[in-house]
């Protein structure tokens, strides 16, 4: 059984409008991905965790994956200083926090990024499990 949660609530982009996209995703298995995290490329997490209605609830053009290293020049930390005060973060920090999600923190840290047609990170969500006795 699929339960669907909202895990965020993003204004579109570039848009006047006051109103909405509600990000939805399904209960996942939080076992580790086993994937090569040397590439630049390779996601957080694997993308089939994301569910389908997630992408066809954002605008066209708009896509949604887990985060990058790459991110780190794509946005990121710009969608995030619109909500919180981030500090100054270089490359070098932020891969080495990346690379931790992936190694120790596997199937703990799944973060979200919603892209525009030229991968601009636009949008951000993150949902962390906690694990409790």
Not at 96 to 112: H, S, V
Request: net charge negative; glycine share 4%; aromatic share 6%.
């Amino acid at each position: 059984m699929i339960n669907e949660t909202p895990i965020a609530r993003l204004p579109p982009a570039h848009s006047p409008s006051p109103r909405t996209t509600s990000i939805m995703a399904a209960t996942i298995n939080t076992a580790p991905a086993q994937l090569h995290r040397t590439q630049s490329t390779t996601p957080l997490f694997s993308p089939s965790l994301i569910s389908p209605k997630v992408s066809t609830s954002l605008p066209d053009n708009y896509v949604v994956r887990p985060l990058q290293r790459t991110d780190y020049h794509q946005g990121f930390l710009d969608v995030l200083r619109v909500l919180t005060d981030v500090g100054d973060i270089t490359e070098e920090a932020f891969t080495e926090r990346y690379d931790w999600m992936c190694e120790k923190g596997a199937g703990q840290y799944f973060l979200l990024v919603i892209c525009d047609e030229h991968d601009k990170v636009v949008g951000t969500g993150a949902l962390i499990v906690e694990r409790k006795l």
